[in-house]
C-alpha cells in the first residue's frame, strides 16, 4: 500500500499517467465529435463515455476522488443511459454523409482560433508560486458543501426538481 | 518536463474546442448535445485543476453543482428533442428553421 | 379699504357661475340664466357697495403673489382705483342690463344656458382686465375676452356665416395681440417689471428710460387696442361680428369689450410719448371717419350700429391720443350706455319684425313699439349730442380737448364725424319707425315682453342722465391730481364754458339732421346712390377693405401657407422623414439577412458575442 501510494505520488508516474489520461480523452472526443467510421450518434455516445471516464483518471491524478466518482456515477451512468434511452427511443437512421459546408468549418475554426486567442492571453497572465498542496478529501468538500454552501445546494435540489417536473410534461403525449 | 497547471488547462482547451466544433459543425442534434457535454466537462477540468493549484476547495464545489445542473440541463434537453422529434420526425438542426419568417 | 375682500367675490361670481351652469345646470335654461343673471347683479351690488365704503377718490390694490420666475415677480392682483371702479360700474351695471335683456330674448334658444355661461365667462374675463395691476394678468385676461367673444359670435355656429364671423373676430385679434406681447416684452425688457403702479413709478423717477424705443414700446401696445377696439386697420371684424345673438352685440361689440382697448390705454397712459401718441390720434380720428361714412349706406340694422360703434370707438382712441384721457373715458362710459340702448333696442326691433334686421323692409314702427320707440329715440339722441342727453357731454368734452391740444384737423374730423353720426342715425331712425310699412312683417310687428323693455328703460334713464351726474369727476381725480369737483349744476353747464366747440358740434348735428331728413322721411328707397354715384358705392362696400384684403394679406397668406405646405409635404415628409423611414426600412432588410433561422449560426454569433465580452473583460 505504502508502495503504491509513493508510487502515485512519486513524479514520473505521475506524470506518464497524466498524458495516457489525456490522450486518451482527448482522442475519444475527437471520435465523439468526428468518427471517420461511423456517423451514428450511438458510437458518439459510447465515445463520450470513455471520454467521461478517462477524465475521471485526470480527475483522480488532481486528487478529485469524490468528483472522480460523481463524474463516473452521474455523468457515465445516468446521463449516459439517458441519452441511449433516447437515442433508441426516436429510432434514428444512420445520418449520411454529408458534405462540410464552407460557412460551417470557417465558422468552427474562427470559433475556435478565438478561444484559441484567450487560452493563450490568460494563460500568460497566470502566475504560480505555491506547489499544488490540496487534498480533495470527501469529508473536507461534504463539510464545505453543507456550511459555507448550503443556500446554493438546496437551489439545485430545487432546480432537480423543476427538471423533473418539465420533463415530464414535456414527454406526455399531448397536454390537456 | 513536469506536470503544472498548464498542462491539465491545455487538455481542458483542447476539449472545449473540440465541443464547440461539434456543436458548430454537426447537424445531429443529440450530436450537438453531447458536444454541449464535453465543453461542460472541459469547464469542470478547468476548475478541478484550479481548485488543485489555487489550494482551494470552493473550486470542486462548483464542479459539483455543474455535475447536478449539467444532468438537469441534459433531462430537460433531451425531453424537448424527443418532444420536437415527435413532432417532425427529424433531429437535423437544418429542419428546425422556423424562427427564420 | 374698506370690504378688502369684495372686489374679488366681484371678480369671481361669474366665474363660478360658468362652472356651476356648465357642470351642473346646463339642463335647465331657466336656472341658469338665473345664476348668470345673479352672478352679475351680485357683483354690481357688491361694486356700489365698495364704492360707497371707499369713495371715489380711493385708490389701492390688493394682491397676492401668483408667479416667481428667477427675477420676475408676477402678483395675481386687483387694482382699484377711479377708473377701474367706473369700469366696473359700466361692466356690472351695462352687463346686468344686458344679462336681464338676454333672458328675454334668447328665451327659445335651445342653448340659452350655454348662451348664458358663455356671458358670464365674458363678464368674468372683462372684469379681469378692469381689475389687472399687471400686464401679464391684464394680457390674460385680455385673450380670455378674446376667447368669450369668439364662442359668442359664434353662438349660432349652425350659420357658416356666423362661425367665419367669429373665426374672422378671432384671428383679427390675434393680430392685434400679437403686437400687444411684444409691446408688454419689451416694456418688461426695458423696464424689468410688469406691475402697472411700479412702472408708472419707475418711469416718473426717470422718464428717458425706455429710450429710444419709447415710441416703438408705446404704439406695440397700442396694438393689442388696435384689435380689440377695432381701430384700422384692423377694424374688419367688428361690423362682421353683427352675427352672433343682438345682446352680445350689445354687451361685447358695443359696450365693453371693445372698450377694453380704451381703458387699456387710459390706464397704461404713462408709458406712451408724444411721438406715439400723436399717431394713436390720427389712427382713431381716421377710424371715426372711415367708419361714420361707412355707415351711411349700410342697409342691415344691427350694421349700421357696428359702424357707428366704430366710429365713437376711433373718437375714444382720438381722444386718446390727444392726451386725454378722461374725455376718452367719460365718452367711453356714455357710450357704453346708449350704445347699448341702441343695441338692444335694435334687437327688440329685430324681435318685433320675426328676425328681419333689413332696415328696407321696416317702417312706421312708432305706432307698433311705442316703448322701443321711445328709447331708440333717446338713444339716437344721446349718440348724436343732442344737449342735455350724455353724449352732448362726452361729445363736447372730446372736442374741447382736440382744441385745446390746438389739434385742428383733428377738430375738424370730430365734427364732420358728429354731422355724419347725426345723418346716419336719423337716416336708420326715420326709414324704421317713420314712412310706410314696406313689408308685411312690419305691419305685423308686435312690441316686445317687459323682461326686455325694463333694462331698455334703465338703460334710458342712464343714457339721458349720464353726462351731468359727475362721471367726469371721477376719472377727473384719476389722471388730474388737483382736480376739483364739481357740482352737478356745474357738471351740466360745463360746456358752455367753451362756446366754440359747443357751437360747431351742435352746427354739425342740425346739419346732419337737416339733410337725414330731408333725404329720408317718407323715403321708400335710398335716394343717396343716385346722388353720390361712385362714392355711394364705396360706402356701401366699405371702401372694399375685406376685397383688399382678400386680394393682399389672405393671398399672401395663403400663398406662404401653400409653400409651408409644400415643406411639409416634399421636404420634411418626402425627404427627411423618407430618408429616416427608408434607412430604417432598408436596415431592417438588411439585417434580417443574419436572421438565417440556423441554430448553428445562432450558436457562431453567440461565440463571437463573447469572445467580444470576454476581450473586454480580460484586458486588450
Not at chain 3, 357658416?160 to 378671432?170: I, N, R
Not at chain 3, 347725426?422 to 337716416?427: E, I, K
Request: proline share 3%; with cysteine; hydrophobic share 55%.
Amino acid at each position: 500500500m505504502e508502495a503504491i501510494n509513493n508510487l502515485i505520488s512519486g513524479g514520473v508516474v505521475q506524470d506518464i499517467m497524466f498524458y495516457v489520461f489525456a490522450a486518451l480523452t482527448l482522442l475519444c472526443a475527437i471520435l465523439v465529435v468526428a468518427n471517420p467510421f461511423s456517423r451514428s450518434p450511438v458510437t458518439s455516445a459510447m465515445f463520450l463515455v470513455l471520454t467521461i471516464i478517462s477524465m475521471s483518471g485526470l480527475f483522480l491524478l488532481l486528487h478529485a476522488f469524490f468528483l472522480a466518482a460523481v463524474q463516473i456515477l452521474v455523468y457515465a451512468g445516468a446521463v449516459m443511459v439517458l441519452f441511449l434511452f433516447v437515442i433508441m427511443l426516436l429510432d434514428l437512421k444512420e445520418e449520411q454523409r454529408r458534405k462540410i459546408k464552407f460557412f460551417g468549418l470557417a465558422a468552427g475554426l474562427v470559433s475556435v482560433s478565438i478561444v484559441a486567442g484567450i487560452f493563450i492571453k490568460s494563460l500568460a497572465s497566470i502566475k504560480l508560486t505555491a506547489e499544488p498542496a490540496l487534498e480533495g478529501e470527501t469529508y473536507v468538500l461534504g463539510k464545505l458543501l453543507f456550511t459555507q454552501y448550503t443556500l446554493p445546494f438546496e437551489i439545485i435540489s430545487i432546480l432537480l426538481l423543476v427538471a423533473m417536473v418539465g420533463v415530464i410534461l414535456l414527454s406526455k403525449k399531448k397536454l390537456e | 518536463m513536469h506536470v503544472s497547471l498548464h498542462h491539465y488547462l491545455f487538455v481542458s482547451f483542447m476539449l472545449f474546442s473540440l465541443g464547440l466544433l461539434g456543436v458548430i459543425m454537426r447537424r445531429n442534434l443529440l450530436v450537438i448535445y453531447m458536444s454541449l457535454e464535453l465543453m461542460l466537462n472541459a469547464a469542470n477540468l478547468a476548475l478541478v485543476s484550479f481548485s488543485r493549484f489555487n489550494n482551494k476547495l470552493d473550486g470542486q464545489v462548483l464542479v459539483f453543482f455543474i455535475i447536478t445542473v449539467a444532468a438537469a440541463e441534459v433531462a430537460v434537453g433531451l425531453a424537448l428533442i424527443v418532444a420536437l422529434f415527435r413532432k417532425r420526425q427529424s433531429a437535423h438542426v437544418e429542419d428546425l428553421t422556423s424562427m427564420k419568417l | 379699504m374698506k370690504y378688502e375682500n369684495l372686489p374679488w367675490l366681484i371678480l369671481f361670481l361669474p366665474l363660478l357661475s360658468v362652472a356651476v351652469i356648465t357642470l351642473f345646470t346646463l339642463r335647465s335654461k331657466t336656472v341658469s340664466s338665473l345664476i348668470s343673471i345673479g352672478a352679475v347683479v351680485t357683483g354690481f351690488v357688491m361694486t356700489l357697495l365698495f364704492i360707497n365704503a371707499n369713495g371715489f377718490q380711493f385708490s389701492g390694490e390688493t394682491s397676492a403673489n401668483w408667479l416667481s420666475i428667477g427675477g420676475l415677480q408676477i402678483d395675481f392682483g386687483l387694482k382699484l382705483d377711479a377708473l377701474s371702479m367706473m369700469m366696473l360700474l359700466v361692466v356690472t351695471g351695462v352687463g346686468g342690463a344686458i344679462h336681464i335683456y338676454s333672458f328675454g330674448y334668447m328665451h327659445d334658444d335651445e342653448s340659452m344656458a350655454r348662451f348664458f355661461a358663455f356671458l358670464s365667462l365674458f363678464t368674468f374675463s372683462m372684469l379681469g382686465i378692469v381689475l389687472a395691476n399687471n400686464f401679464l394678468m391684464m394680457f390674460i385676461f385680455w385673450e380670455l375676452v378674446g376667447v368669450s367673444s369668439y364662442l359668442l359670435i359664434g353662438f349660432w355656429f349652425e350659420k357658416p356665416s356666423a362661425g367665419d364671423a367669429a373665426k374672422k373676430a378671432f384671428v383679427t385679434n390675434r393680430l392685434g395681440d400679437f403686437g400687444f406681447l411684444f409691446g408688454i416684452l419689451m416694456v418688461w425688457g426695458l423696464l424689468g417689471s410688469l406691475s402697472f403702479s411700479a412702472l408708472q413709478t419707475t418711469l416718473a423717477a426717470n422718464p428717458a428710460l425706455l429710450g429710444a424705443s419709447a415710441t416703438l414700446a408705446g404704439l406695440l401696445i397700442f396694438c393689442g387696442a388696435m384689435g380689440k377696439s377695432a381701430q384700422f386697420p384692423l377694424h374688419v371684424w367688428l361690423p362682421d361680428a353683427m352675427e352672433g345673438p343682438t345682446p352680445v352685440s350689445a354687451l361685447i361689440h358695443a359696450a365693453t369689450m371693445v372698450a377694453a382697448g380704451v381703458y387699456m390705454l387710459c390706464r397704461t397712459l404713462f408709458l406712451f410719448n408724444s411721438e406715439s401718441l400723436h399717431l394713436i390720434s390720427y389712427i382713431g380720428g381716421f377710424t371715426a371717419l372711415l367708419a361714420a361714412l361707412m355707415a351711411v349706406q349700410q342697409n342691415d340694422i344691427k350694421r349700421i350700429i357696428a359702424y357707428s360703434t366704430l366710429s365713437q370707438l376711433g373718437y375714444m382712441v382720438m381722444t386718446v391720443g390727444l392726451n386725454g384721457p378722461t374725455p376718452a373715458m367719460f365718452h367711453l362710459t356714455t357710450h357704453a350706455f346708449f350704445k347699448a340702448l341702441l343695441f338692444l333696442s335694435a334687437g327688440s326691433v329685430i324681435v318685433g319684425m320675426h328676425h328681419e334686421q333689413d332696415i328696407w323692409q321696416m317702417g312706421n314702427l312708432r305706432k307698433k313699439m311705442p316703448i322701443t320707440f321711445l328709447t331708440f329715440t333717446i338713444g339716437t339722441l344721446a349718440l348724436c349730442g343732442v344737449p342735455p342727453f350724455s353724449g352732448f357731454y362726452s361729445k363736447d368734452a372730446i372736442l374741447t380737448q382736440a382744441l385745446a391740444q390746438k389739434s385742428y384737423l383733428l377738430f375738424g374730423v370730430g365734427v364732420f364725424v358728429a354731422a355724419l353720426t347725426t345723418f346716419y342715425t336719423f337716416r336708420l331712425f326715420f326709414i324704421v319707425f317713420f314712412g310706410k310699412e314696406k313689408s308685411k312683417a312690419a305691419s305685423h310687428a308686435h312690441e316686445s315682453p317687459l323682461v326686455m323693455t325694463l333694462p331698455l328703460i334703465a338703460l334710458a334713464v342712464f343714457s339721458f342722465a349720464g353726462g351731468f351726474i359727475g362721471i367726469t369727476n371721477n376719472y377727473g381725480s384719476q389722471f388730474v391730481n388737483h382736480h376739483e369737483a364739481l357740482s352737478m349744476a356745474q357738471q351740466f353747464t360745463e360746456p358752455f364754458n367753451n362756446l366754440f366747440p359747443m357751437a360747431c358740434g351742435l352746427g354739425a348735428v342740425a346739419v346732419g339732421l337737416f339733410l337725414a331728413y330731408s333725404l329720408y322721411n317718407n323715403a321708400a328707397a335710398d335716394p343717396l346712390p343716385t346722388k353720390l354715384g361712385g362714392l355711394a358705392t364705396l360706402m356701401k362696400n366699405k371702401f372694399y377693405f375685406d376685397e383688399f384684403y382678400e386680394a393682399t394679406f389672405i393671398r399672401a397668406h395663403d400663398f406662404l401657407a401653400a409653400v409651408a405646405d409644400w415643406l411639409d409635404r416634399w421636404i420634411l415628409e418626402g425627404a427627411i422623414i423618407g430618408a429616416i423611414r427608408g434607412g430604417t426600412d432598408l436596415s431592417g432588410r438588411a439585417l434580417r439577412l443574419a436572421q438565417t433561422g440556423n441554430l448553428q449560426t445562432y450558436a457562431f454569433l453567440f461565440v463571437l458575442g463573447v469572445a467580444l465580452l470576454l476581450y473586454f473583460v480580460l484586458g486588450k
